[in-house]
């Protein structure tokens, strides 16, 4: 493999790129297979005012917390074993997310996917009479050119200008592989984004002839034309699920949770586990779990 | 079979009916007793339902409720969710935190929408699955507070805006069952408005009256929900066999 066309970057190189007041797409699904490596990285930046696009997980929690979102765009957002997402909750009832856009989770899916193929709008049903249309007054409607005349939700092209993905295998190019049960909408997310911001963090970088070793041509959804930077990034989407390399950490997920409850806990929480770079993140998760460990065996 | 079957099989049985009919569709539940409910109803009498382990697989066999053991017979990632409910091939029990006498429902916020007192999941999937397939609703705690008569925000369209829309989602609108920990309800009424479709055992009418905040519909002979069958009771056993059911009821 040549040097010269790789795109492996870090985290703090990959989101040295990204500007206050900028568009991003973050992948994944809920509490599942989400670059946390990446928001982490964000986290750390001064960058803020940003518009957030997600199936939002904790990394709209985070990122809501953080102070950095100026416009959520968002069908949900959950830790899908623990409903509620508790930052975002508390950002919206504090209400200090100064432009919430609350879309169905199908007019997300139409809207990225307008994006992608550089259509202004696709037509849909969903979101049709529901409170989505009364809370985004700026939606419109399209009527059917066709004898059926029927009018339909035209949801607006959604733009990127950055998206991150987390995948379980990449190669240095930017060829990355799924091998757990779901897609999610990563390759819209890739898809709908200005070339340049394009990041996609991986478990594991590999050798392009390795990439059919675990899985079938059919995981291989993201090639290296939709992608800008690479990131390796071992245990990346924690505490999120990466099927099949780990499962979500759901001890850690509810020690998160409970951490939201008040500012001094999220404070130590985040004194512990978000003050360092990634590789201190890693480590602090690893001597929280051996604490673990070790107080269930002390109960004994 | 016992003659005083448990509130929480009663309810089982009940979610499993909704599905009566629906054929060869995605029989989709939101939630512990919606899974169980549609498992059920495919063990039973509706074979020909496709279910899913609430990941991104079809399953056949009895699968438990978080059981790993899975004979996969197809793939259902998200968006195959998405294409099968606008193809109308579907029927979703989900959940509500509010809903009213025409079927609007509401997962997303109590409170007003700009700022809520209390924020929820957000919409969800909610106005897409309401004007493009069949749904359906459990609701473990039936209470005023949750049978309003406005909610706070429609996260599932109910019959009086589909008929606004007219045509197309006016025609093909169907929300089916409501039940809950007292009885079933249905929107089988001249003007789609919820209507009392039997009490579970031991529960009175007075006592659903009197926790719904709208006018229901009761017809002049409310029967008593169901018991389980012996046949039913089985293949509960198989599906919930670690009793999962019972949490989902307050006591």
Request: proline share 5%.
């Amino acid at each position: 493999m040549s040097d010269t066309r790789s795109k492996v970057v870090t985290e703090d190189q990959a989101i040295a790129t990204v500007e206050s007041g900028m568009t991003i797409g973050i992948g994944g699904w809920g509490s599942r297979r989400k670059p946390m490596s990446l928001v982490r990285a964000l986290l750390r930046s001064n960058i803020s005012d940003l518009t957030v696009v997600s199936y939002g997980g904790p990394d709209v929690g985070l990122l809501c917390a953080a102070g950095k979102v100026r416009r959520l765009v968002y069908g949900f957002v959950s830790l899908d074993s623990i409903a509620l997402e508790p930052h975002f909750r508390a950002a919206r009832q504090a209400g200090t997310i100064a432009e919430p856009v609350e879309y169905d989770e199908g007019m997300l899916q139409w809207g990225l996917y307008a994006g992608s193929l550089r259509l202004p709008f696709l037509p849909t049903r969903a979101g049709l009479g529901s409170g989505v249309m009364d809370v985004n007054p700026s939606l419109k409607t399209v009527k059917s050119p066709y004898a059926d005349g029927e009018e339909l939700l035209a949801v607006p092209a959604i733009r990127l200008d950055a998206a991150f993905v987390h995948m379980n295998r990449a190669d240095a190019r930017g060829n990355a592989q799924y091998l757990g049960p779901d897609l999610y909408f990563d390759d819209l997310f890739l898809g709908a984004c200005e070339p340049g911001r394009r990041f996609v963090s991986a478990e594991k970088i590999i050798a392009t002839e390795d990439l059919l070793k675990e899985g079938t041509f059919h995981t291989l959804r993201i090639n290296r034309a939709m992608v800008d930077g690479v990131i390796h990034a071992p245990n990346g989407a924690h505490f999120t699920t990466c099927e099949p390399d780990y499962g979500r950490d759901e001890a850690f997920q509810k020690a998160y949770v409970e951490a939201a409850r008040d500012a001094d806990s999220w404070k130590a929480f985040s004194d512990r586990f978000l003050s360092g770079d990634e590789s201190s993140y890693q480590s602090a998760v690893s001597a929280w779990r051996a604490e673990v460990a070790a107080a269930k065996e002390a109960s004994k | 079979m016992s003659d005083s079957p448990a509130l929480t099989d009663v309810i089982a049985v009940a979610c499993a009916e909704a599905w009566r009919g629906d054929g060869e569709i995605f029989a989709s539940g939101m939630g512990v007793m919606q899974m169980l409910g549609a498992r059920l109803a495919r063990a039973t009498f509706e074979p020909d339902l496709m279910v899913s382990d609430g990941e991104a697989f079809y399953v056949a066999g009895d699968l438990p409720i978080g059981g790993t053991n899975k004979t996969v017979e197809g793939w259902i990632p998200f968006r195959s969710v998405f294409d099968t409910l606008a193809g109308g091939r579907r029927h979703v029990m989900m959940g509500a935190s509010q809903i009213d006498k025409y079927g609007n429902s509401n997962i997303a916020n109590i409170g007003p929408w700009a700022k809520p007192k209390a924020q929820l999941l957000g919409v969800r999937g909610g106005p897409g699955n309401t004007v493009n397939n069949a749904t359906s609703f459990f609701i473990p705690k039936h209470q005023s507070s949750v049978f309003v008569s406005v909610v706070d925000m429609v996260s599932g369209v109910g019959y009086d805006r589909a008929k606004r829309i007219g045509g197309f989602i006016a025609k093909r609108h169907d929300l089916r069952r409501v039940i809950t920990n007292l009885a079933v309800l249905d929107f089988a009424t001249p003007d789609n408005s919820m209507r009392l479709v039997s009490v579970h055992p031991g529960v009175n009418v007075s006592d659903v009256v009197a926790n719904t905040g709208f006018e229901l519909v009761i017809p002049a002979d409310v029967p008593i929900s169901r018991a389980p069958t012996a046949e039913e009771m089985d293949a509960i056993g198989r599906i919930d066999p670690k009793g999962l059911r019972h949490r989902e009821i307050p006591s």
